[in-house]
């Protein structure tokens, strides 16, 4: 216990004492996010929290796993590397989303390939287990590495959001890491909540400092390979060990509702609209309780809470609901609550046109 007390303290102080330095530079060197039409925020503000998040994270790491029980560590060290230099150069001078993808899919690729963290199934969901190749399961790990990071770097649209659910969707695993006695697992979620605590202080209304690419695809890459262990650990573990988790498929859907959610109905409404589904709209879930007239840190307290409730949900019930029924709750309720807020948002816009 005290390692992981360490590295979540190591990780804070670091990222802590880090952020002011790189807040001075970035306006001294008027390295500013400036707002546009899509921007919840109406200040020019230093996007580059990142650094700190990786800076402290990555230390921490370093310092305090036991590397002869994380062989594969050195390869998750690289994932780190490549999306942190992607980060800041897109930071610094926005790159083309093609160039960004083609880093996210060499990151994917080496995580599944060299350090062997991938799906080796369906886990029951569909009724599929392991039956197909391998080489298709180690394409559908790609795939969800991609999804997860992306899904992070989707929902960074205002003050403490992709921070504080990053936070809680790591501590939530690396308590069950821990639990699992997957000590090396639970020090690389721990430094990153430590990291992201950190970084909070300065992100929360009035932000002083935004995460951009740079924080956003490090925890989305951090939280992929937590998820994606988290779901093999829990297949492989017998019926009788209190530690399982049954339906593990609706389980990890639960616990990232928020940033999961999100990303595939907004991909899903800008295909069905004939879009990209990378062009950039306000369709998203926080862009929504903004429009309905939250401020930034209801929206996100809101979300963040609502994560919670699906956590909770999703822990109490897996070993009483089937898979496919929580499965449709969860995904029924998420899509549910969303179309009630955009018709809400709809009316309130409505409302404002016909009094003006």
Request: charged residues 15%; glycine residues 6%.
């Given at each position: 216990m005290s390692i992981i007390i360490l590295s979540f303290l190591t990780a804070f102080t670091l990222t802590y004492f880090a952020i002011p330095p790189i807040i001075r530079i970035a306006k001294q060197k008027h390295l500013f996010d400036v707002p546009g039409e899509r921007s919840s925020h109406t200040v020019k503000t230093p996007a580059l929290g990142g650094i700190g998040i990786f800076s402290g994270a990555i230390f921490s790491i370093v310092l305090w796993t036991p590397f002869e029980q994380f062989g594969n560590l050195q390869y998750i060290l690289?994932?780190?590397?490549?999306?942190?230099?992607?980060?800041?150069?897109?930071?610094?001078?926005?790159?083309?989303?093609?160039?960004?993808?083609?880093?996210?899919?060499?990151?994917?690729?080496?995580?599944?390939?060299?350090?062997?963290?991938?799906?080796?199934?369906f886990y029951g969901l569909f009724g599929l287990h392991d039956e197909l190749h391998e080489v298709f399961y180690l394409f559908l790990s790609i795939f969800t590495i991609l999804v997860i990071i992306n899904a992070f770097n989707l929902i960074d649209g205002i003050n403490g959001l992709a921070g504080s659910v990053g936070a809680l969707i790591s501590g939530v695993l690396g308590c069950w890491f821990f639990w699992a006695g997957k000590m090396e697992l639970a020090i690389v979620a721990f430094t990153m909540v430590?990291?992201?605590?950190?970084?909070?202080?300065?992100?929360?209304?009035?932000?002083?400092?935004?995460?951009?690419?740079?924080?956003?695809?490090?925890?989305?890459?951090?939280?992929?390979?937590?998820?994606?262990?988290?779901?093999?650990?829990?297949?492989?573990?017998?019926?009788?060990?209190?530690?399982?988790?049954?339906?593990?498929?609706?389980?990890?859907?639960?616990?990232?509702?928020i940033p999961l959610?999100?990303?595939?109905?907004?991909?899903?409404t800008r295909i069905y609209r004939g879009h990209s589904p990378f062009k950039p709209d306000r369709r998203h879930i926080h862009h929504l309780l903004i429009d309905y007239g939250l401020t930034h840190m209801q929206a996100t307290g809101a979300l963040v809470a609502i994560?919670?409730?699906?956590?909770?949900f999703v822990f109490s019930f897996h070993n009483v609901i089937s898979l496919h029924l929580m499965m449709l709750l969860v995904i029924g309720s998420a899509t549910g609550l969303t179309f009630l807020l955009h018709s809400k948002v709809v009316q309130k816009k409505n409302k404002l046109i016909a009094l003006g």
């Open positions: 690289c994932g780190f590397i490549i999306l942190f230099l992607i980060g800041v150069k897109d930071d610094l001078s926005p790159m083309s989303p093609r160039h960004k993808m083609i880093a996210q899919i060499l990151t994917a690729a080496i995580l599944v390939i060299k350090s062997d963290i991938h799906l080796s199934g430590g990291s992201i605590i950190a970084f909070l202080k300065y992100n929360y209304t009035p932000a002083k400092i935004f995460m951009g690419d740079t924080g956003s695809l490090i925890i989305g890459m951090v939280c992929a390979v937590l998820m994606l262990e988290f779901m093999h650990m829990n297949y492989s573990m017998s019926d009788s060990d209190p530690r399982k988790f049954y339906d593990v498929p609706a389980v990890a859907v639960g616990i990232m509702i959610f999100d990303t595939i109905r907004v991909f899903t994560n919670i409730l699906y956590i909770l």
